[in-house]
Every structure is written in structure tokens, then in C-alpha cells.
């Protein structure tokens, strides 16, 4: 009984171990993840920091960082906590293989003991022929061989235990110096957050001595994108009125058949003198989702992009999200995102998140935006340059698109969802 709560034991502590290394895994490389985008938004920094002019991008970059280092040292919690409880579990193993170590011990104490009160063959053989019949004679026989044999078993699970006790001990003064390099890491990281956020005080210290540049700075951004947004939205009402027409058509088509269906239908009543059949109501107009997904092509599409939101792949293979979706202020300017900006590196392809049908490739002060539709939802790229698809065209989920447009010295996606008419907030799409 003992030997099989000592193997229960060690396989559920090997089990337990095997979760955690897998969770110890995912954490190390979600920390990775994360100092690499720290790394690339540096990069980034130091390029415009040098300018003495104070620009939207490098507030936006700060706070994507001060973000990102927070994100970093919970992962460093999160692998300290999880270094944790291997510790429990392997302090738990230790003292549990030390017990059973000791109890082990003491039982082959015990045998060797009364081993050495009968090594004599004279007592052994003794003890065989003083039993009371033959069949006795051969239990006896059959237990002094039993009890050999148990010792030797014995002396191997002690064995085995000790061994097992020495790598687990090894196991544990491994993790507890994972913990304390952990700890150093995390002490490293809080205070590079610290120096982030200096930073950050100091920039807006700044802002408030180019408050005017700045201002003029957002507006014209704001005036630009308008420009932008008014072509965005104007290409994808086109694309709504379009499929409203075609749907209006095909009922005009459908209600003419079936008029005239009815019309044959009631002269043939009349001639055999019978009442004419109750007309058909006259079909109701489509609301602007049913036109769009009006054919079986078009529904498949939007069902499969629906069905892959928080799935969806990301416009470019490696970025970070600079600056969300929704209203933002800056010290008394502010502003609103349509979508999210994905700060990259210089050059990155830009690829469509989902098939579908580009219906729109414009140029607007010099950058591309190329707009997607998939059914009911539409996908923006703005800011690209050397576009590979054109107006008309069907792409692939992944495929090539073009690349990201320099602006000044940032990289800058400009990414953005629609369904219909109505915007959505891409990071909900996106996966995380």
C-alpha cells in the first residue's frame, strides 16, 4: 500500500508539473512577445525623438510602451506565481519522499535485523523441519523465499525513492533560482517603467510649450482624415446602394413573373368558372444588411467573418496598437479614431484579414486605401503604398495587399471594420 501511494504520488506531482511547465511556456513567450514590441516601439521613438518638434506619434508611442511594460511585469507575476506553486508541489514531493523514505528504511531495518538473527542455514533449517507436517515444511520454505526476494524488492524502492528524492531536490533549487532571477527581472522592469513614465511626464511637459504647434498639428491630421473618412464612407454607401439596386431589381423581376403568373392564373379560373386565386403580397424592400448579403456568396461571406471575430487574422505579421479605436484628448485637442493604428516597421506587407472583394483602391495625398467588402462588413487599409490589387478584384485571407506607408519617420497601419454603415472597434475582431 505504501509503494502505491508512493507511485500515486509521484504521478500526480509529475502530471501537476507537466501542467505547469506548459502554463510556465505560454507566460515565457507571451513575455517575449511583449519586450519585442517594446524593443520595436523604441526603435521607433529614438528616430522622431531626435525632431525638436513634439509629434502625436511619440505621445502615442510612450503610452503604448508604458502599457506594454505594465503588460510585461504581469506576465513576470504570472510566471512568479506559477513558479510558486511548483515550489508547493515539489517541497510537498520532497517531504512526502522523505516519509516514505524513512518508513522504507525503517521496514528494511527491521528485515536486516532479523535477518542477521537467523543467517545460520542450521536455524533455517530448523525452523523448515519443525513444522508439524509437509505442507507447513513448504509454506515455510515458500516464506523464507518470499521474504529474500521482498528485501531485495525493498532495497530497490529505496534505491529508487533516493533517486527520485535527489532530482526533485535538484528540481526545486532549479525553480527557486528561476524565482530569484524572476524577481531581479521584475525589479529591472519596474524600474525601466519608472524611467517610461518620467518620460512621459516630461513630454507632456513639453506639450504644454508647443500647445499651439501641437493643436495645429491635430488639425490638420483631423482635416486629413476627414478627407479620408468622406471617401471611406462614400465608397461603401456606393457598395450599399449598389446591392439595394440589385435587390430592387431582381423584386421588380420576381413581382412582374409573378404578376403575370397571377394573371394567367385567374383567366384560366375564369374560363373554368371558378374563383380566381388570391394574389401574392407584394414583397417588402431589403434593409440594407439583407441587400448586401442577398446572394448565397455574399451571406457565406459575411456568416464566415462574423463567425471568426476575436479570431481574425492581423493586417501586418508583426506591430502594435499605438493608438485605439474611439474618442481621444490630448492636454485641450482631441480627436476620433475610426479604427486602431498599428505602428510596424518600415515596408511590413499589409494583408487582408478575411476573402472577399476589394471594391474601392484610392489615393489620397499621395497614400492608398484600399477598402474590402465580405458581405455585410468592410475592411480599411490606410496608408499604403505599391498596392498589388485593384478595384474589382477577389483576394484571400492573408493575401498581399501592399505595404505599409513611411509617414515622417513611423510606419503607421491605419486599420478599420464596418459593417454597413456603422463602425466597429477592430480590437475586438482581431486576435489577441
Not at 522592469?189 to 511626464?201: A, F, I, P
Not at 394573371?263 to 386565386?277: G, L, M, S, T, V
Not at 487574422?313 to 480627436?335: L, N
Not at 511590413?348 to 486605401?369: E, L, N, P, W
Request: glycine fraction near 4%; avoid cysteine.
Amino acid at each position: 500500500m505504501k509503494v502505491h501511494k508512493l507511485v500515486f504520488i509521484l504521478f500526480f506531482s509529475l502530471f501537476a508539473l507537466s501542467v505547469s511547465a506548459q502554463t510556465a511556456n505560454e507566460l515565457r513567450r507571451k513575455k517575449e512577445a511583449i519586450q519585442r514590441d517594446i524593443e520595436q516601439l523604441q526603435k521607433s521613438l529614438n528616430k522622431t525623438a531626435s525632431g525638436k518638434k513634439l509629434t502625436l506619434q511619440q505621445i502615442n508611442v510612450i503610452n503604448t510602451q508604458i502599457r506594454l511594460r505594465q503588460d510585461k511585469i504581469g506576465a513576470i507575476n504570472s510566471e512568479i506565481k506559477n513558479l510558486d506553486s511548483q515550489i508547493s508541489q515539489n517541497t510537498n514531493t520532497v517531504h512526502t519522499l522523505q516519509g516514505q523514505l524513512g518508513d522504507l528504511k525503517k521496514e528494511y531495518a527491521g528485515m536486516i535485523r532479523f535477518a542477521q538473527r537467523n543467517r545460520n542455514s542450521y536455524d533455517k533449517m530448523m525452523f523448515i523441519f519443525a513444522a508439524r507436517d509437509f505442507n507447513q515444511a513448504y509454506k515455510r520454505i515458500k516464506y523464507l523465499q518470499q521474504f529474500s526476494q521482498y528485501r531485495k524488492k525493498q532495497a530497490g524502492y529505496i534505491e529508487n525513492t533516493q533517486q527520485d528524492l535527489n532530482g526533485k531536490i535538484k528540481v526545486l533549487d532549479r525553480t527557486l533560482k528561476e524565482k530569484s532571477d524572476l524577481l531581479k527581472e521584475q525589479e529591472r522592469e519596474r524600474e525601466r517603467l519608472g524611467k517610461d513614465k518620467s518620460q512621459q511626464s516630461a513630454v507632456l511637459n513639453s506639450l504644454s510649450k508647443q500647445e499651439k504647434t501641437f493643436k495645429q498639428d491635430i488639425a490638420s491630421k483631423k482635416k486629413q482624415q476627414a478627407q479620408i473618412d468622406r471617401a471611406i464612407r462614400a465608397a461603401i454607401q456606393r457598395a450599399i446602394e449598389e446591392a439595394r439596386r440589385k435587390a430592387a431589381e431582381e423584386a421588380r423581376i420576381a413581382a412582374a413573373k409573378a404578376a403575370a403568373e397571377a394573371k394567367a392564373e385567374a383567366a384560366k379560373a375564369k374560363a373554368e368558372n371558378r374563383p380566381a386565386p388570391v394574389a401574392a403580397p407584394v414583397a417588402k424592400a431589403k434593409t440594407n444588411s439583407e441587400a448586401l448579403t442577398a446572394t448565397p456568396e455574399s451571406a457565406k461571406l459575411s456568416e464566415g467573418f462574423e463567425s471568426n471575430r476575436g479570431r481574425l487574422p492581423w493586417p501586418v505579421a508583426t506591430g502594435q496598437i499605438t493608438e485605439r479605436f474611439g474618442m481621444h484628448k490630448v492636454d485641450q485637442a482631441s480627436y476620433t479614431n475610426n479604427g486602431v493604428d498599428i505602428t510596424t516597421a518600415p515596408g511590413t506587407s499589409v494583408r487582408a484579414v478575411f476573402s472577399g472583394k476589394v471594391i474601392k483602391v484610392d489615393y489620397i495625398q499621395g497614400r492608398a486605401v484600399v477598402i474590402i467588402m465580405h458581405g455585410d462588413y468592410f475592411t480599411i487599409y490606410q496608408n499604403l503604398r505599391d498596392v498589388k490589387v485593384s478595384t474589382g478584384s477577389t483576394v484571400e485571407t492573408k493575401q498581399v495587399l501592399g505595404a505599409v506607408a513611411t509617414t515622417g519617420d513611423d510606419a503607421i497601419l491605419k486599420f478599420q471594420i464596418w459593417r454597413g454603415s456603422s463602425i466597429l472597434n477592430p480590437e475586438a475582431w482581431i486576435s489577441k
